[in-house]
């Protein structure tokens, strides 16, 4: 053999397996790869192990991944057993290396050593989206799972297009737009966009701001509240910015706002933009070097972000707003929520809001004295399924414990059964902390129903509010 | 001119052998010769100033003739060869110098003893020369081997190194896991949830129930 013809040879036989391993990475993923997969992932959960299910991933972005294990770790709190039957639900996409398909998981939970007697096991459901790709050894990984609500997928094409709350985001190639739980979400509405294939992600929350701020004034605050959560994050920059679709022609009232953080290794940048009172918040997070490296493609996802109706009445889109979202409307001092099928009547000169936190609505009314009406409703937990005295119980003190409010043990009346099929009691909370004794009274309404749990919350900073107070929780009427 | 010319002697007038450079000095006067101060003067005086007039003629000769001269181009291999002789030049010099530096041979005595020493040293040491190498330097560095040994030991039946959480997952251990929010796969929803407590921190939280904590404390019996 010739000097060439030995050079050719090493070549060929150097590089053929290099070839053939890109070639084999580059293969399609098929359906009967992912079930496969997914029935490893099953296994895992059925030997208790979350450890194994979480190695089996090579995360994408380590974030979602560590949350995703912690929600994991939930499920076998208290010796339970999990069983997860996990089917791939419509059709998987590419998205460059990656496929992302959307999982239906059928969990059973049971073993649980405080489980009662008449329910000695749970079945409820999870969607995820999933996210995997092939390795150069031709195994398909997954890279990404992020838990969805499982009444179906608000997005087509990866665009959140919601009129009532008069925007439109996403569609720029190759982010991945996730849908969040309404219950994980304090916001009217929120949803994460993933950069598919790296540990960059945007996030989109729409929420009303009480205090009418500005938009640099909303990202401060903003900034300000993760800093408290987080230690290791620093306020860099606040800045002026409109969104990229707006800044030829600027609609009246339209501002915008823009904020640097570092957060450790990482790197956010938080995008407030007000139109009245209703905020859209674009958070966009990732490794420092990430961030540097797709700045292109991090603007592409911003310009694509718009006001749908530029002469929208603000007060108007905001009712809109809530109304699309809670079910709620107010009219003069009534609120009233069809979807609930709840309503009261708030006492008149009194200041009405409603708020968008995590729970399914909440309305404010507020005296020029400093007296408080709050209606809030809370959903049952999903793997509860249904309310009943003992949780909603023990729901309260939770609150009441967040607010440092403590409750004694004669605090509350009896339990009290009306015509609807719920049942309510009252609690008493004494002055808490640095306003007792001469703090504000307080007196907190539950209502159980199967799948809503109703809470009035008053509190008489004045003498003279008490007899209005009780007049308006008293005008409550539930369907 | 040389001191010693043989040809010197044939060259005298009048048959006289010609003196030698040296020996003109030691030559007597001519007869009826006196000279004066005055005459040692002129004579250094004329001779100063031929002096000048040859240097002024040389430097005017120049002065004209420089101009006329052009400029010879360099041959092709002028700079090639420049460069050589200064680097052989250069060479030469370095090889000179060291050489006056290099060491010298060993002395047959120096030799045997060095071959003696170290077979004195093999018949005292406990292992051959290489064991006792390995076990010198066991025993100085035993404590940083203890130090690798435990750290392998550490890797292979601990958890090994702790992975640094990404601050979601550190939120999630900020916030009370009853609260659904603290499960969610962004730091946005505990920057909200923080800013909401601020805006009105008499209101109850405005969160919702996770789905796994109120169930597992309900069916406890919950906290009364």
Same mark, same amino acid.
Request: aromatic share 8%.
């Given at each position: ?479 | ?62 002065? +004209?003739? @420089?101009?006329?001269?052009?400029? $010879?181009?360099? *041959?092709?291999? !002028? %700079? &090639? #060869? /420049?460069?050589? =002789? ?9 090889? +000179?110098? @060291?050489?006056?530096?290099?060491? $010298?041979?060993? *002395?047959?005595? !120096? %030799? &045997? #003893? /060095?071959?003696? =020493? ?9 292992? +051959? ?19 690798? =040994? ?75």
């Amino acid at each position: 053999m010739t000097r060439c013809g030995t050079w050719f040879t090493v070549l060929v036989v150097g590089t053929a397996p290099i070839c053939a391993q890109a070639s084999e990475a580059r293969r399609a993923i098929a359906r009967e790869e992912i079930r496969s997969l997914l029935q490893r992932l099953d296994e895992a959960l059925a030997h208790r192990d979350v450890r194994e299910y979480g190695a089996a991933f090579a995360p994408d972005h380590p974030g979602a991944h560590a949350i995703r294990m912690k929600q994991l770790e939930q499920l076998f709190v208290d010796g339970t057993r999990v069983t997860q039957e996990s089917t791939i639900a419509g059709d998987p996409r590419t998205v460059g290396d990656r496929t992302i398909v959307r999982v239906e998981h059928r969990i059973r939970a049971e073993g649980c050593k405080n489980a009662p007697a008449d329910k000695p096991a749970e079945h409820f459901r999870e969607d995820t989206i999933l996210v995997v790709r092939r390795d150069a050894a031709g195994n398909v990984v997954p890279t990404l799972e992020v838990e969805v609500p499982t009444d179906g997928h608000a997005t087509t094409n990866d665009v959140l297009r919601c009129p009532p709350c008069n925007y439109e985001f996403g569609g720029a190639p190759g982010w991945l737009c996730v849908p969040a739980l309404s219950e994980r979400a304090p916001a009217l509405e929120a949803a994460t966009f993933y950069f598919v294939g790296t540990d960059l992600a945007c996030d989109v929350s729409v929420q009303f701001d009480s205090k009418n701020r500005t938009a640099i004034e909303m990202a401060r605050h903003l900034g300000e509240s993760l800093r408290k959560r987080e230690n290791t994050a620093k306020l860099l920059d606040v800045t002026a910015w409109l969104p990229p679709a707006h800044r030829q022609e600027p609609p009246a009232g339209l501002e915008g706002a823009r904020l640097e953080l570092s957060i450790g290794a990482e790197q956010a940048v938080l995008f407030v933009v007000t139109f009245g009172a209703l905020h859209h918040t674009l958070f966009v997070r990732g490794l420092e070097t990430s961030m540097r490296q797709r700045t292109k493609n991090v603007q592409d996802l911003l310009a694509t972000y718009r006001v749908l109706d530029t002469n929208a009445d603000r007060a108007k889109a905001i009712a809109t707003a809530f109304l699309a979202h809670t079910g709620g409307v107010v009219t003069g001092q009534a609120y009233h929520n069809e979807r609930y099928g709840i309503s009261l009547t708030g006492p008149d000169g009194w200041q009405v809001q409603q708020r968008s936190g995590s729970s399914l609505f909440r309305v404010v009314w507020e005296s020029p004295r400093g007296s408080r009406l709050y209606l809030s409703g809370f959903g049952s937990p999903r793997r509860l399924g249904a309310w009943c005295p003992l949780s909603a119980d023990d729901w309260v003190h939770n609150l009441c414990d967040a607010n440092d409010l403590r409750l004694g043990e004669d605090a509350a009346t009896a339990w009290v059964e009306h015509k609807c099929g719920g049942r309510s009691r009252t609690y008493v909370c004494p002055p808490r902390g640095a306003d007792a004794p001469n703090g504000p009274q307080r007196e907190i309404f539950v209502l159980v129903q199967e799948d809503l749990l109703l809470v009035v919350d008053r509190i008489i900073a004045a003498a003279d509010d008490a007899d209005v107070l009780e007049r308006a929780a008293k005008s409550l009427h539930v369907r | 001119m040389n001191d010693r010319d043989e040809n010197d002697a044939a060259i005298g007038p009048s048959g006289t052998p010609f003196p030698g450079e040296h020996e003109w000095l030691e030559l007597p006067m001519p007869p009826g010769f006196a000279p004066t101060a005055e005459f040692a003067d002129a004579a250094m005086q004329s001779c100063h100033d031929e002096e000048l007039i040859a240097d002024r003629d040389l430097e005017n000769a120049l002065r +004209d003739a @420089l101009p006329t001269f052009a400029l $010879p181009t360099p *041959s092709s291999d !002028f %700079v &090639a #060869r /420049t460069v050589g =002789a200064i680097a052989s030049d250069e060479s030469r010099r370095w090889h +000179d110098l @060291l050489a006056r530096h290099s060491a $010298p041979e060993p *002395s047959p005595e !120096f %030799v &045997a #003893r /060095t071959i003696a =020493a170290l077979a004195d040293e093999r018949s005292t040491a406990p292992f +051959d020369t290489a064991v006792g190498f390995s076990a010198r330097i066991l025993r100085r560095a035993w404590p940083l081997f203890a130090i690798a =040994a435990g750290f392998v030991l550490w890797l292979l039946f601990g958890d090994g190194p702790r992975q640094i959480d990404p601050f979601e997952a550190r939120l999630v251990h900020a916030e009370r896991r009853v609260f659904a929010h603290a499960f969610a796969p962004t730091a946005l929803a505990a920057a909200l949830t923080v800013a909401e407590r601020d805006d009105d921190p008499l209101a109850l939280p405005d969160w919702a129930p996770d789905r796994t904590w109120l169930p597992r404390r309900t069916a406890s019996g919950g906290p009364r």
